[in-house]
């Protein structure tokens, strides 16, 4: 398990911008692929991005060409820089290790998207 820390959400209008960042305890560069992953209420956890220890990016459809996953491995943060925002974009974004199989999940942070 690694203790991951998400925060950057909040509320912002259609439209927006927010950057989450998600502090790892430990050495980024060890650790590997990291990803986002959201969950709106009454929905199932999706992922939303991921980034492979060598900066390779996956991104979920319905996010393409408005996120940008990245990584600092000196600060061991990973960034989700989200733009154009929907208010379908509503929802509590999770951080996680791992690419296809998530070993550890950080607590949370809330973003909201309304007029």
């Known amino acids: 398990q690694v203790q991951l820390v998400e925060s950057g959400g909040g509320m912002v209008q259609p439209g927006g911008s927010l950057n989450l960042s998600c502090k790892v305890a430990?050495?980024?560069?060890?650790?590997?692929?990291m990803g986002w992953y959201r969950q709106a209420p009454g929905k199932q956890r999706e992922l939303v991005a991921r980034?492979?220890?060598?900066?390779?990016?996956d991104y979920a459809d319905f996010v393409k060409g408005r996120f940008t996953i990245d990584r600092d491995n000196a600060k061991n943060t990973v960034y989700l820089q989200m733009n154009s925002l929907k208010s379908e974009d509503t929802a509590v974004y999770y951080c996680?290790?791992?690419?296809?199989?998530?070993?550890?999940w950080g607590q949370g942070t809330q973003v909201t998207v309304s007029s």
């Open positions: 980034i492979g220890g060598g900066g390779f990016t």
């Open positions: 996680a290790t791992g690419w296809n199989k998530v070993t550890s």
């Open positions: 430990g050495s980024l560069l060890n650790i590997g692929p």
